[in-house]
């Protein structure tokens, strides 16, 4: 999955440009800079990408998730849902805010079930943010509906999913705003980084200020611009946005290579019975990143995952014992270990995930297997692989 495997002369072209320089800021420094402006050639290049009319990069997907919330006015009291298969940014950059993260089931796209949303909704309910994971789709149409017929916003954690779409629109860019993570082990990675993409040039200006401690941006002398708002440093660097700009030219041909490979691994074991796949609203718009399937039951996903190891499969997740993206193991927040004390309101007004039943997650979940498709893979490679990862499952069924 990983954009760090192809990393090559284009991305270091960007960067000696801006090591030509030495202006690591992006802004200010108008005359030393050369006219080098990474953060925004990135900025426009995943415009073109997205077919979105404003994009903020930011220093990381989580810094995106928190400016867009705070951007859309989210806070104190106001519920976010989210889906519990997701990773651990999605409700720290909630709680960040001061808003609550209420999580709500997931169905077989491995995404938030549109019908569980329905029941989590309150009068408090102020967003609802899919996670598009591994690399595809939500059931985002359905979403939509639900967000216009309740006055919500729909924001799109699509953190894994930049190059995916839903017929047609790339995901990320159908909600009010979307977000996108380029930390070093995305399919477009900066090192680290993130961006926010919106057509809302209101929500834009709110994150573009946020982002940069209020800094209204209207004037080349920084320190004579305006602070309408308090806000944060989640600004990226020049030397990051050069990384990134040369991993967006490559973005076409690493969503091509992806699906090249997923093809094989997916029609050999598709073969196998016993074994059904991840349902994709839309399977033309995979990112495919990850190759995700179903077994029977859990002791067979753990068998197989065991199976996996040792046929030396690297890469093969079974999420459900993983500590980083399904609520069975996020003890900090059941046992709410915060480092620092948060208002009463906030944590009496917060679900005790200690307690909360999400018998159809852990159901679809500790059935689940993905394995991640690499890019650096010879075809050789990937037919062997399509071998050993159809044995290791046959073993254990
Ligand atoms: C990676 C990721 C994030 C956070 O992105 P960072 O750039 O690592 O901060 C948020 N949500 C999801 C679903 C992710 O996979």
Request: hydrophobic residues 40%; glycine residues 8%.
């Amino acid at each position: 999955m990983p954009g760090f495997e192809l990393f090559d002369h284009t991305e270091r072209k960007h960067i000696q440009e801006v090591a030509d320089t030495g202006v690591l800021m992006r802004y200010g420094f108008g005359g030393l800079r050369n006219n080098q402006w990474k953060a925004r050639e990135m900025e426009t290049a995943i415009c073109r990408a997205t077919g979105v009319q404003h994009a903020l990069l930011l220093s990381s997907g989580t810094a995106a998730l928190t400016t867009a919330l705070a951007a859309l006015g989210v806070g104190a009291g106001d519920e976010v849902i989210l889906p519990p298969f997701t990773f651990v940014a999605s409700f720290e950059s909630i709680m960040t805010t001061g808003a609550i993260p209420v999580m709500a089931d997931i169905d077989d796209t491995l995404c938030l079930s549109p019908a569980a949303v329905r029941k989590a909704i309150t009068p408090r309910t102020k967003v609802v943010m899919p996670v598009h994971m591994c690399g595809a789709m939500a059931q985002i149409d359905e979403l939509q509906e639900i967000c216009k017929a309740h006055n919500l916003f729909l924001l799109e954690d699509a953190c894994q999913a930049f190059g995916a779409s839903f017929k047609g629109r790339m995901l990320g860019a159908i909600g009010d705003a979307g977000c996108y993570s380029f930390d070093f082990n995305k399919i477009v990675t900066c090192g680290e980084g993130g961006a926010i993409v919106t057509n809302n040039k209101n929500l834009y200006e709110r994150a573009d200020m946020y982002h940069d401690h209020g800094h209204d941006h209207s004037n080349d002398d920084r320190g004579a611009e305006g602070h309408p708002f308090p806000g944060y440093n989640f600004r990226i660097s020049e030397l990051h946005a050069a990384v990134g700009c040369g991993q967006i030219e490559k973005l076409k041909r690493f969503v091509e290579i992806h699906r090249r490979h997923k093809k094989i691994l997916k029609d050999a074991l598709s073969a196998v019975s016993g074994v059904t796949f991840r349902r994709l609203p839309d399977a033309d718009g995979d990112s495919a990143t990850f190759l995700s399937f179903f077994l029977p039951s859990e002791e067979i996903a753990r068998k197989a995952a065991a199976a996996l190891k040792t046929a030396g499969v690297d890469g093969a997740f079974h999420w459900y014992g993983n500590n980083w993206h399904y609520i069975r193991n996020w003890n900090q927040l059941k046992a709410r270990t915060f480092m620092h004390p948060l208002y009463k309101s906030m944590l009496d007004a917060m679900p005790d995930y200690s307690k909360v039943n999400f018998a159809q997650s852990d159901d679809i979940i500790s059935r689940t297997i993905s394995v991640s498709i690499k890019m650096g893979w010879t075809e050789e490679e990937v037919r062997s692989r399509a071998v050993k990862i159809v044995e290791a499952v046959k073993a254990a069924l």
